[in-house]
C-alpha cells in the first residue's frame, strides 16, 4: 500500500483494473452530464464525512480530521457548479449511482462494529482512489486544456483523501488486517468496473 502522493498517485493506488479507454472519449461527448455527475459525487463524499463523524463521534481522530474534508469536498461541489455556470449549463437531476450502491453491497453489516467501520473506511477509500484515477484519465485524455487543468487539481485532492482514510483505518486497526481487507475490497472492485457499463455520463 502506498503512502506517497505526488509520484501521480503510483500506479494508481493499487487499482486492479484500469479504466476503460473509452470513457474519457464518451465522457467529453457532454461535459454537462459528466459535470452533473462529478458535482453529486463531491456532495455525496461531503456528506458520507458527516455521517461517519456523526456515527463514529467516540474517535476523536476520525472527528478532527474529517472535518476538514467536508469543507473540502463542500468546495469541490462549488467548483464544479461553477463550471457549468461558467459554461451556461444547469445542473441535472442526481442519478442512481450504480457503482456506490456495489461497493456498499460488500460492506459487512452484521458482525462487530469495528469491521463495519472498518468496511465503511475502506469504502471511502475506493472511492477516492477511483475517482482519483478518472480524474487523472480526464487530465490527460480531454482536448480541452483549461478543462484537463481543472481534473488534475481534483485528481491529486481525491488522492490525499485515499490516504487519509487509508491512514485513519490504520489508526483503528491493525495494520495486516487494513491490507488483507482492503486486498479484497481491490478485487471486489475490480469485478464491479468489469460489470458495469461503461458510460460517458457518470464519473464511476
Ligand atoms: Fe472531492
Ligand atoms: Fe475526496
Same mark, same amino acid.
Given at each position: 500500500?502506498?503512502?506517497?502522493?505526488?509520484? $501521480? /498517485?503510483?500506479?494508481?493506488?493499487?487499482?486492479?483494473?484500469? /479504466?476503460?479507454?473509452?470513457?474519457?472519449?464518451?465522457?467529453?461527448?457532454?461535459?454537462?452530464?459528466?459535470?452533473?455527475?462529478?458535482?453529486?459525487?463531491?456532495? *455525496?463524499?461531503?456528506?458520507?464525512?458527516?455521517?461517519?463523524?456523526?456515527?463514529?463521534? $467516540?474517535?476523536?481522530?476520525?472527528?478532527? $480530521?474529517?472535518?476538514? +474534508?467536508? /469543507?473540502?469536498?463542500?468546495?469541490?461541489?462549488?467548483?464544479?457548479?461553477?463550471?457549468?455556470?461558467? !459554461?451556461?449549463? =444547469?445542473?441535472? *437531476?442526481?442519478?442512481?449511482? +450504480?457503482?456506490?450502491? *456495489?461497493?456498499?453491497?460488500?460492506?459487512?453489516?452484521?458482525?462487530?462494529?469495528?469491521?463495519?467501520?472498518?468496511?465503511?473506511?475502506?469504502? %471511502?477509500?475506493?472511492?477516492?482512489?477511483?475517482?482519483?484515477?478518472?480524474?487523472?484519465?480526464?487530465?490527460?485524455?480531454?482536448? $480541452?486544456?483549461?478543462?484537463?487543468?481543472?481534473?488534475?487539481?481534483?485528481?491529486?485532492?481525491?488522492?490525499?483523501?485515499?490516504?487519509?482514510?487509508?491512514?485513519? =483505518?490504520?489508526?483503528?486497526?491493525?495494520?495486516?488486517?487494513? !491490507? +488483507?481487507?482492503?486486498?479484497?475490497?481491490?478485487?471486489?472492485?475490480?469485478?464491479? %468496473?468489469?460489470?458495469?457499463?461503461? !458510460?460517458?455520463?457518470?464519473?464511476?
Amino acid at each position: 500500500m502506498t503512502h506517497d502522493l505526488s509520484e $501521480d /498517485t503510483r500506479n494508481i493506488l493499487g487499482l486492479q483494473l484500469p /479504466t476503460d479507454p473509452r470513457w474519457v472519449n464518451l465522457a467529453a461527448m457532454d461535459i454537462q452530464a459528466i459535470l452533473t455527475d462529478h458535482a453529486y459525487c463531491e456532495q *455525496k463524499a461531503a456528506l458520507t464525512c458527516i455521517s461517519l463523524i456523526q456515527r463514529y463521534s $467516540d474517535r476523536e481522530k476520525l472527528v478532527f $480530521d474529517l472535518s476538514p +474534508i467536508v /469543507t473540502e469536498e463542500w468546495g469541490h461541489f462549488r467548483l464544479v457548479l461553477n463550471e457549468l455556470k461558467k !459554461r451556461n449549463l =444547469s445542473i441535472g *437531476k442526481q442519478r442512481k449511482d +450504480i457503482y456506490v450502491n *456495489k461497493l456498499i453491497e460488500f460492506q459487512k453489516k452484521g458482525g462487530r462494529e469495528e469491521d463495519r467501520m472498518l468496511d465503511q473506511l475502506l469504502t %471511502m477509500a475506493l472511492v477516492e482512489a477511483r475517482s482519483c484515477e478518472r480524474f487523472k484519465r480526464l487530465s490527460e485524455g480531454l482536448d $480541452d486544456k483549461y478543462l484537463r487543468n481543472f481534473y488534475r487539481r481534483f485528481m491529486e485532492s481525491e488522492a490525499g483523501h485515499y490516504t487519509l482514510f487509508i491512514n485513519l =483505518s490504520e489508526t483503528y486497526f491493525d495494520k495486516e488486517k487494513v !491490507r +488483507i481487507r482492503w486486498n479484497e475490497w481491490l478485487f471486489y472492485e475490480a469485478n464491479i %468496473m468489469d460489470s458495469i457499463e461503461v !458510460r460517458g455520463d457518470r464519473i464511476h
